[in-house]
């Protein structure tokens, strides 16, 4: 006779593991800014994400500032941040590829970039 | 021999993207060493200063738009991945831009990091001459701009408990063979 695996604590159980799976305990933004510190995002992009590290104003294509959401290049959404965060976004000069980071890294740092976004003056585009 | 690794590590260079197998046959009599340069706190520094602890040593420039922002990522990535604690291992980042990396330049760059590096810098003839001994070379592309580009050594030079360079990597060595590397170091005793 097979039995129903489906009970609360089970489906608690499988939650849980799930989201250990998923990239560890806690929230994908506070992961996120956890790895921006850690891995020296901030040179360029500035501790706060607005743009403004201490290489930042020696580089040819500038950084964005994070909470403008018309200025991101590639997408503002989480999935297109880590998109750009893997990938590059650009000719030599702009972002490069950060493949050392997992695909679940780079959400949650997108995550974390996405959560300092903030609504454009005058309303939507 | 030492043509060789020249070749090598010429090829490591920054307009190179080619993935390079991990080289083990770094730990010989003429290739890396002690040498003295200067802190982003513009004190004296010796190799011979962090002995006891495994170190990660690469050659770049605090303006660089890819090479060495991936490069310090992966680095950071392979140390806690190893599990080790920030304090078990020296990550060196020796500029080769002495010009625009000034001390203060770097304090400000290495205040970037959760756990900052030790940023290097020295005069011209200094710098040269610690890339000399690991094999490194780097060359200023002329553009008319302050916002040059610097051809460099991408290597990742691994040094032991001893000082002793022990291997190098490619910038883009998979985190867990990085970390694999510095784990084994690790476990070594000094």
Same mark, same amino acid.
């Given at each position: 006779m097979l039995r129903r695996a489906s009970s609360p604590?089970? +489906?608690?159980?499988?939650?849980?593991?799930?989201?250990?799976?998923?990239?560890? #305990?806690?929230?994908?933004?506070?992961?996120? &800014?956890?790895? @921006?510190?850690?891995?020296? #995002?901030?040179? #360029? $992009?500035?501790?706060?994400? &607005?743009?403004?590290?201490?290489?930042?104003? =020696?580089?040819?294509?500038?950084? &964005?500032?994070?909470?403008?959401?018309?200025? @991101? =290049? $590639?997408?503002?959404?989480? $999935?297109? +941040?880590?998109?750009? +965060?893997r990938e590059g976004s650009g000719p030599r000069g702009a972002m490069p590829p950060f493949r050392d980071l997992t695909d679940e890294q780079a959400g949650d740092i997108a995550a974390w970039i996405v959560s300092l976004q903030r609504p454009p003056a005058g309303g939507p585009p | 021999m030492r043509i060789v690794l020249t070749f090598v590590l010429a090829l490591l260079s920054a307009c190179q993207r080619a993935p390079a197998p991990a080289m083990s046959e770094a730990d010989r009599p003429g290739f890396g060493g002690d040498f003295t340069l200067t802190t982003q706190d513009n004190q004296p520094f010796h190799l011979a200063d962090? /002995?006891? /602890?495994?170190?990660?040593?690469?050659?770049?420039?605090?303006?660089?738009?890819?090479?060495?922002?991936?490069?310090?990522?992966?680095?950071?990535?392979?140390?806690?991945r190893a599990g080790a604690k920030p304090s078990d291992v020296v990550t060196l980042f020796v500029s080769v831009d002495p010009k625009r990396d000034t001390p203060a330049v770097l304090k400000q760059y290495v205040a970037s990091f959760k756990t900052p590096p030790i940023a290097l810098t020295g005069t011209d003839e200094e710098i040269r001459r610690v890339a000399a001994e690991y094999h490194a070379t780097y060359e200023i592309v002329p553009s008319g701009t302050p916002n040059y580009l610097v051809n460099h050594t991408t290597a990742i030079f691994l040094i032991d408990r001893r000082g002793r360079l022990r291997q190098y990597f490619a910038f883009d060595e998979k985190p867990e063979t990085l970390a694999d590397a510095l784990r084994a170091l690790l476990d070594e005793k000094g």
């Open positions: 604590l089970m +489906i608690m159980v499988s939650m849980a593991g799930t989201a250990l799976l998923a990239g560890g #305990c806690g929230k994908a933004e506070d992961r996120g &800014r956890q790895l @921006y510190a850690e891995r020296g #995002c901030a040179v #360029c $992009h500035g501790a706060g994400g &607005r743009g403004d590290g201490p290489s930042a104003g =020696r580089l040819d294509i500038p950084p &964005r500032d994070f909470a403008n959401v018309r200025a @991101y =290049r $590639h997408g503002s959404s989480q $999935h297109d +941040i880590a998109a750009s +965060i | 962090v /002995r006891g /602890r495994p170190v990660v040593l690469f050659f770049g420039y605090t303006s660089c738009p890819d090479m060495c922002p991936m490069t310090m990522s992966r680095i950071t990535g392979a140390v806690a």
